[in-house]
Every structure is written in C-alpha cells, then in structure tokens.
C-alpha cells in the first residue's frame, strides 16, 4: 500500500520557443493510486511538426499504461528483485513504445504533409511501488531521489553514457526519440530498492545545467542548492506556483532557452 | 470574472525563490568565430548624403555599443559561447581577440584566440587593402576543428558544430592563390557543413559577391543585407552565436518567412 504523494509540476515554454511561436514541446502526466506512483516527462523533438502533441501523448500513454500493469497485478505478484523489476520496467516500455507507434501513424496520417517521426519525443518513465523504485528512459531526461534524512542521489543520469568520453561525442541537443530505430535497445533502465525513499524529481534534459553537477561533460549528481529548496516546498504543499514560478524566471530563462520540465513529488 | 488584488501585487513573486540555488558551472562551450571583411571597400562613404562617414567608422561605432552588451549576455544566455574575431584585409588575415594577432600554432589553446563571451573586447578597426577570403575561411576552419579537438580532449567540453559568421562587402581576393581558389574554398565548407561539423553564416554587403557567398554558405546560410546597417548586422551576428536554430532566427529577424520543417 503506498502512502500518498504531494507534486508540484510543470512545463514551461522556453524562450528560443517563446520567441518562435512554437510553444511548449515538453509534457507531463502524474499518477498514483493504491499500487504505486507513476511520473512521466517527455521533451518534444525540437522542429519537428507534432512534437508537442507527441509529448503530450507520450506522457499521459506511458503513465496510464503502467499504472494498469502496475494495478493489474496484487503487489504480491510484483517482482521480488531488481532483476524482475528490471524486466517489468523494460515490458512496461514495448508497450508504450507499439502503442505509441500505432498512434503516430494514425496522428501522421490525419496530418497532410506528416511522418511517424514527426511526434518524435523522449520518454523518461518513473514508476514507484514500495520499497521499488523503476525508471525506464528513452533520451536525456534524468531523476533524482530523496531518501532517508535529506539524502539526494541522481538515479538516472540524462546521458547513457558511462564516460566523459561517451558524452562529448554526442552533439548536444540531438537525442533518441522513442520513434527512433532501436529506441527499446538505447533505452536506460535503473531499478532501486530504496525502502526509506520521500522524494523523487522527473526533469527533461532543459534543467541539466542548472540543476546538476558536472565533472566535465559528464552530470554526477544533484545541485543540492537547487533541490532541496524545491522538495521543501513540496513537504509543506504551502506554495503550489512556486515551481512554476521559479521555472518561469528571468534568472532561469537567462541560463537556458530549452523548454523546461521538472515534477517534483513528496511521500507525505 | 473577479481579479485577485493580492495577487497581482505580490512584489516579491520571484524574490521568495531566492533559497533555490542555480547551478552555475556548465560543461558545455559553444564556438564561434566571426570573420570580418576590413578591406579598403570598407573605407567608402556610405550613408545619408547630409552624414557619409566611412563604412569601417559607422562599424566601430556599433561595436562600442554591440560589445558591452555581449558581455552583458555572457553572464546569461551566452555565458557557455567563446568567441574568436579574425579579419582579413590588405595587412592579412589576423586576430582581432587573444594576445596574437599572428595565428600561431597555439592559438587554439587556452589563452589563445578565443575569449568567453563575457570577456569580448576589440581594439578600433581599420580599413586597408585586398580582400584574403580564402586564407581566412581556412584559417577559420582549422582553428574550429583545434579548438574543438582540444576542449573535447583537454577540458572534456562538448561543443557541437563550430559557428562560423562572416562578414564581407567584396569578393574574394587573395594575392598568392589562384583567382577561383574560393571554390576549393566553398567544397571545403560544403564537406564541413554536411559532416555536421560546422554552421556556416555569411552576410553579404551591397558588393558582396552572391555567387560567391551562396556556393560557400549553401542557400540556407547566405543573407544578402540591402546596406550597411551595422547595429543590425552585430544583431544579427548575436543572434547567429546564440539561438538554438540559428538560421531560422536569423531568418526571423531579418523578416523573412521562416520554412517549416
């Protein structure tokens, strides 16, 4: 039985979009119920024609596809080991992913001029069932945990790679889509057993700099000064608009011109 | 529908995020180099018949109010560009940033000829001589792909494709090449740009060679400018060093209707 979570959220066009008229091409979906939490982001492709809508999809499909496989099965059925979480999370994904491939051909076809591709977006996929904590990520979105006393780790890193050498061959801004041939294989799955876990943060690649420490090219892990202000907030559920806010700012539009989304979830 | 009064004078909508700290460091540089045309044509009057001046005056004037403004940026939005200027005029091809003005082997190096955003300063600019494209573009070229290089394998910094901005109001003219060396110039560029290595920008001045300038830039990197309007040229310049899809912006900037992808 899960206790229940406190979010604040949000999606923020960024101003390289604002100032094109394109809008917000990232996208959110939170949920929980009895089984578990589940978070999704997704980042849009940037100029491609139904980005948007592809985030949009992406999160809402990924999160109502497995809170049914979560609630389908008696937690007694869940996976008793990192190993066959690990397993769920990647079946979790194969179904997001014919799913949602089945969608964008017909949302490509109801579109004179569209491709499948043209809904390309990543997914970073965040699925929490007591003491089990699943990520699944197509892409550069990352996820941070709070547990314990105030103890903040980077899960799931925004780059696949293990090295600095790995990310400085990436060009930055290019990613890999959940349209992308082998999205399944490039897929990042992290699984933890964190029984003393009371906070989790979903971010699109938008936050990367601000929010992570680097060691050359590479995130190592959590601005605490930028996270824990944040998951505080969220305890106390006082300042709803405070993430909005904040990723709204002048001072954070002046760092970055990606659209920027962060979900910010307390077990409460 | 009612207005919530209190709301809208919350003053301190944003000051009550001050505990959320940003993270400041960042692991990414993007390069830029702008190469600037200072041959003899730029010594020309230009401008209303009651107020010529010479084309390179009316340059730097914007330049005293285009380079605050940089740095200004290079605390924000461009605080992960690095720049490097190089000219080429009748005394060369040199480097307006960095200690040399000779381009040397270091030059790429730290310390060399590129300077953060927030460090960009020029000296005033003059005007002599013939018109070394060539020898610049490739100078440009090779110092992108160093600069690269080192960051990637010195400061382990991801950069992405060099921009490369040029400014020209003439035709290539370089003494000891062939008179068409420029198309060996602009296969060069074409190769580069197609192997996603750079971003090539040139903008053409009223006596800027078009065939020239489009057989280098490809037809999405050429922007013909009607005058000598440098406060929209430097803006032009910032923001081919700064958007994300520069092209497009550049497009928009300049009014033009920007293709959908």
Known sequence: MTQGWRFLAGSVTGAEHARKGSGCEDSYAVSQSASGVIVAVADGGSGLRLSAVGSSLAASLAVQWAQSQLDGVD????????????????HVLRGVLAAFAAMANGLSAAVPGAEPRDVGTTLTLVMAAHPWLAVVSVGDGFVVTRSGDDHLDLLLPPDPGTTTADVVRQQPGRTTFITSPGA?????????????????AVSTDGLRELSLVHSGALAQHPHEGFFRPLFARADTGEDQT???RLLASERVCELTSDDKTLVVGVRR | MTFDPDFALTSDLYESLGDVALNSATYRRRVVIVLLDLSTSMSFLTGPADSRKPRIELLNEQLRQWLPEVRRQGAGSLRDVEFAVVSFSGRGVRLLTGPESRPGPHAHEDGGAFIAASDLDLGALEAFGTTPMVEAINLALDLGAARVSYLAQERQLQTGQVRIVMFTDGSPFDRDLPEDAWRAAAERIRTARNQRHI????????????????????????????????????DLVLVASSADDPFAAIREELGWEVPRT
């Open chain 1, 184 to 200: 399944a294989d490039a897929a990042q799955v992290a699984v933890a057993r964190i029984p003393d876990l009371n906070g989790i």
């Open chain 1, 242 to 244: 405070a993430l909005l």
């Open chain 2, 199 to 234: 971003q090539f920008f040139s903008f053409g001045a009223p006596g800027a060679d078009e065939t020239v300038l489009r057989a280098m830039s490809g037809d999405q990197g050429y922007f013909p400018l009607t005058d000598f309007d440098f406060a929209k040229l430097l």
């Open chain 1, 75 to 90: 937690s007694a059925g869940w996976p008793a080991d990192a190993s066959g979480w690990t397993t769920f999370a990647q």
